[in-house]
Structures are given as structure tokens and as C-alpha cells.
């Protein structure tokens, strides 16, 4: 089932309405529990905001060996071990580790290594991926969900999430961007090698466009999310020449009628701003180098026609346009890409649980209904 209103208590990714946020929740969920025709208890739950920040870190271990034997044999043990040396960062006590996701491994100097189990070696090496969130702002969604009568089985990170439903194997072989194009924020993950090696959170997403249009056009901005998704583009090139719309009045005013050209010349800068921090944090963290296979850009921002011309001058590369695949409920129902942090997620529970593996890469067993293993994540907070 699916359930979609609007969200109302977040403000680039952060809630600052508790109350308001669960009952969208609440809303969405009974709307998702009519068409599914069963009861939802828990959830994973998506996040991202600006204080979500990630890091690459390194760390190495002695591989144990036999007693006499001059080398030793990577056993699971020492894997795990290698990641736990990798994830001993020094944070302060208002963030916690989201996720510890595993680039490579290097046996004594081999390196590109995935697999190192078994290998023989003395010296083992992990480059891992450390992505880290303000407890307070996880701790207001996750308030949010139990209030709605949701009990939180995980946490992902929104762009792993909407990786997992809209990026091929190829794309991420070959480097990838994701631009996952939100109400609230951007979210960016790139990923080469079919590993991460980069992801950010950008603070703003197609509400600021909405807010502006609000503002340039003197209208509600109820009205002004209408009249962008109705008639919205983020480039000239997107749009015909001499067409018209209807801007409804204010206060007991008459209709106005503008240009459609008009319209995209806020919308377009907008746009353009987001897109250029994206650039920016790509350039500012090495990762252009990676990419091989160009841009997807995903999220409800995605729809906007002009959006793949516009991002193709700005990244000069190609660029397209990504949607979940498969997963409709229904044959009519085709799921647009703003569902692709959702579908994502559902795709992330189901190998997670497969593989026993809790959202700090530490293995646990699930069980779906209790939501033992995020409160010691929280240490007693709750
Ligand atoms: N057809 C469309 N044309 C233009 N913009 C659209 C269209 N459909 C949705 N949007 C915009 O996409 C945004 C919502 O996208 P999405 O549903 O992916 O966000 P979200 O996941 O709820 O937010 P966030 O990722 O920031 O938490 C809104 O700003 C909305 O106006
Ligand atoms: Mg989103």
C-alpha cells in the first residue's frame, strides 16, 4: 500500500512541529493501511537534514594466525574486528554512528579488496564509509513515529535508500551520482566500485522553490506549490514560446495572467543554486574523479520538466532521470520518482534482514516488533 500527504512539521529534514509530523504520519499511514488492507506496527525509517555528515576512515589489525605459522588466514572474526578499529572515531556526545558501510579491504599491500575472508595475510586494512547524525534531530523523528503508534525496527540514510531503488549495478560500477531532489533537502550519495564513497546532505530542495515562487508571484503558498508542479519547468528549453497561465488573486482579487516564461525564470535559479552545491560538495570532497557513468537525479524534484538540460550544463555530464522500477502496487499505478526513498527502503529491510545486519553494520538478529536494539542506540534516551 501506499499513503502521500503533504509533510507540514519538517523543515529541511528536521522536524520542528512534533505534532503536526505525526499526524502526517498518521495520515499517510492510514491511507497506506486501506489499500494494503492490513496493519502497520513498524517501520524503517528514512533519514537525512543537514546535520546528517559522513566521513571515510581506516583502520587496520594483525591477522590472527596459528600458533607457528609465519602467516595468518582472514577469518570472519578479524573482518569484523577491522571494521569495529575502522568505526573508533572521535565524536561528540550529541552524534551518533548511523551507518559504517565498508569500502575495501587491504591484505598486507593488495588492495581493492571485497571480499578478504580467507586470504592469507599478516596485516588486514578496512576503509569504511561513517555516516553520523545529531541524536536530538533522530530522536524527534523517531518520537514522531512512536507517537504515531509506529514502532522503529532501523534507521537508513535517505540517499542509500533511494540508491537502492533507482541506481543500476552498471551505473554503480562505473561511479554514480545520486541527486535525490526533496521537499526539504538534497540528498547526495556517489558510489564507484559498487561501494559509497561519498554522500551528503544539501539543505534545500523544491519547498525553497515553492517559498520563492510564493513570494515573486504575491500568492499563497498552497497556490504556488499547485502552480509549479502544474506548470513548473527548470529550464527555458522545457517550455514553448508564448504560453500563458493563471495565477489565482488574493484576498477577493481577480485572476492574473502570466507568462509560463515568466514562471521559470524564479524557478530556474532556484534550481540552478541547489544543483551548483551539489557540484560543489562533489568537488570539495575529490569525488567528480570517480564518475564515470554521470548524474540520476531521483525525489519529487525530479518530475519538473527541463530538469535533466539544466543539470547536464551544470555537471557536463550525461544525466537522467530516475524512478523505482517494478515495484508497482497496481498495473495503473506507476511510481513516480518521488516514491524512490521509499521503495528503497522497503529494498534495504529486505537484504538487512536477510544478511542479520542492525544499520551500524553491526549483526544483530531482527525481530519486527521490537525496537530493543534502537533504544540502546540510544543509550537509555528514551
Ligand atoms: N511534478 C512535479 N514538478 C515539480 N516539483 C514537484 C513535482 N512533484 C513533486 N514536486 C516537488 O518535490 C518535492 C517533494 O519531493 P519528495 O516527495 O521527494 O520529497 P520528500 O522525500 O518528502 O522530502 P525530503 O527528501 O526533503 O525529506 C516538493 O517540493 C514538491 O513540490
Ligand atoms: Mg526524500
Not at 3 to 19: K, Q, T, W
Not at 340 to 358: D, N, P, S, W
Request: hydrophobic fraction near 40%; glycine fraction near 10%; aromatic fraction near 4%.
Amino acid at each position: 500500500g501506499i499513503g502521500c500527504v503533504p509533510s507540514r512539521g519538517l523543515r529541511r529534514g528536521v522536524v520542528i512541529n512534533l505534532e503536526q509530523t505525526t499526524e502526517d504520519i498518521e495520515r499517510s499511514l492510514q491511507q497506506a493501511e486501506e489499500i494494503a488492507g492490513c496493519n502497520v506496527q513498524a517501520a524503517w525509517v528514512g533519514m537525512a537534514g543537514e546535520h546528517v555528515k559522513s566521513i571515510n576512515s581506516r583502520g587496520a589489525i594483525p591477522i590472527s594466525k596459528m600458533r607457528g605459522e609465519p602467516t595468518g588466514e582472514v577469518a570472519l572474526n578479524d573482518v569484523e574486528r577491522v571494521v569495529e578499529a575502522a568505526r573508533a572515531i572521535a565524536l561528540p556526545m550529541d552524534r551518533r554512528i548511523l551507518h559504517v558501510l565498508p569500502q575495501e579491504y587491504v591484505v598486507d599491500s593488495e588492495r581493492g579488496i571485497r571480499a578478504p575472508v580467507g586470504m592469507a595475510g599478516v596485516r588486514l586494512e578496512a576503509n569504511v564509509h561513517i555516516v553520523t547524525c545529531a541524536v536530538s534531530s533522530a530522536q524527534n523523528i523517531l518520537t514522531c513515529c512512536k507517537r504515531a503508534g509506529l514502532n522503529i525496527i532501523d534507521i537508513i540514510l535517505e540517499p542509500l535508500a533511494s540508491a537502492e531503488s533507482v541506481l543500476t549495478e552498471d551505473e554503480k560500477e562505473l561511479g554514480v551520482v545520486l541527486l535525490d531532489f526533496g521537499g526539504g533537502t538534497t540528498d547526495v550519495a556517489v558510489f564507484q566500485n559498487n561501494v559509497i564513497r561519498h554522500s551528503a546532505v544539501i539543505g534545500y530542495g523544491g519547498d525553497y522553490i515553492t517559498r520563492d515562487i510564493a513570494v515573486g508571484l504575491r500568492t499563497p503558498v498552497e497556490s504556488a506549490e499547485h502552480i509549479k508542479i502544474d506548470h513548473g519547468a527548470a529550464h527555458q528549453r522545457a517550455i514553448g514560446q508564448n504560453e500563458f497561465l493563471e495565477i489565482p488573486g488574493v484576498g477577493g482579487r481577480e485572476p492574473r495572467e502570466m507568462s509560463r516564461s515568466m514562471l521559470v525564470s524564479i524557478i530556474a535559479p532556484r534550481v540552478e543554486e541547489i544543483l551548483t552545491m551539489a557540484r560543489d560538495e562533489l568537488m570539495r570532497s575529490r569525488t567528480m574523479e570517480f564518475i564515470g557513468a554521470g548524474v540520476v537525479i531521483t525525489g519529487g524534484g525530479a518530475s519538473m520538466p527541463g530538469m535533466t538540460e539544466i543539470a547536464e550544463e551544470i555537471f557536463a555530464m550525461p544525466v537522467r532521470i530516475g524512478a523505482p522500477q517494478d515495484e508497482a502496487p497496481g498495473e495503473e499505478m506507476a511510481l513516480g520518482p518521488k516514491y524512490a526513498t521509499a521503495v528503497g527502503l522497503i529494498r534495504c529491510a529486505h537484504k538487512r534482514m536477510q544478511a542479520g545486519e542492525f544499520h551500524d553494520g553491526r549483526k544483530r538478529s531482527f525481530r519486527m516488533n521490537s525496537p530493543v536494539r534502537i533504544k540502546e542506540w540510544f543509550q537509555g534516551i528514551f
